[in-house]
């Protein structure tokens, strides 16, 4: 029997792959536990179009996210901190510091897409990678200034 994978099956393959299988396996187990639809005409063809507004969904996904990384690259944010004795800042500028000052800009961006390798501890300039889609990154220019001291 052919039956169209809903889901991944380790032992089959991939959602959406066409296979044959034992009709007692695809009769006891894929269809009745939502893994597998018999392959006929019709669950084929709903399948096929199902696949293709998938695809056009994704492919819109990828092109706004290629906007707005576009975007993201003119975009320079500035965080202001206290500083104490030899310009060293109290604390560390944090993901969730940069997501703040990027929603004040405009960008809609969780702080989990935001990816700097080591703490930000000093003041100066440094290049934050923002992860806005999968396979799109945009760098952003962060300035780290201190604060005027009273």
Do not use: C, W
């Not at 991939?14 to 019709?42: Q, S, T, W």
């Not at 998938?54 to 320079?76: N, R």
């Not at 300039?125 to 999968?134: D, L, N, T």
């Amino acid at each position: 029997m052919k039956v169209i994978l809903t889901q991944n099956v380790p032992s089959l393959g991939k959602a959406g792959d066409l296979v044959k299988v034992n009709d007692g396996y695809a009769r006891n187990l894929l269809i009745p536990k939502g893994l597998a639809i018999e392959a006929n005409e019709k669950n084929i063809k709903t399948f096929e179009h199902d696949k293709k507004n998938i695809l056009q969904k994704a492919q819109k996904e990828h092109k706004t996210a290629e906007d707005m990384a576009s975007a993201l690259v003119d975009v320079t944010i500035t965080i202001s901190r206290k500083v104490g004795d030899q310009d060293k800042i109290f604390g560390s500028v944090t993901s969730k510091d940069i997501e703040l000052a990027l929603k004040e800009k405009g960008f809609d961006i969780d702080k989990k897409m935001i990816i700097h390798d080591e703490q930000i501890k000093s003041l100066g300039e440094f290049k934050i990678k923002v992860k806005v889609h999968s396979g799109v990154e945009a760098e952003v220019k962060l300035n780290v200034i201190g604060e005027p001291r009273v």
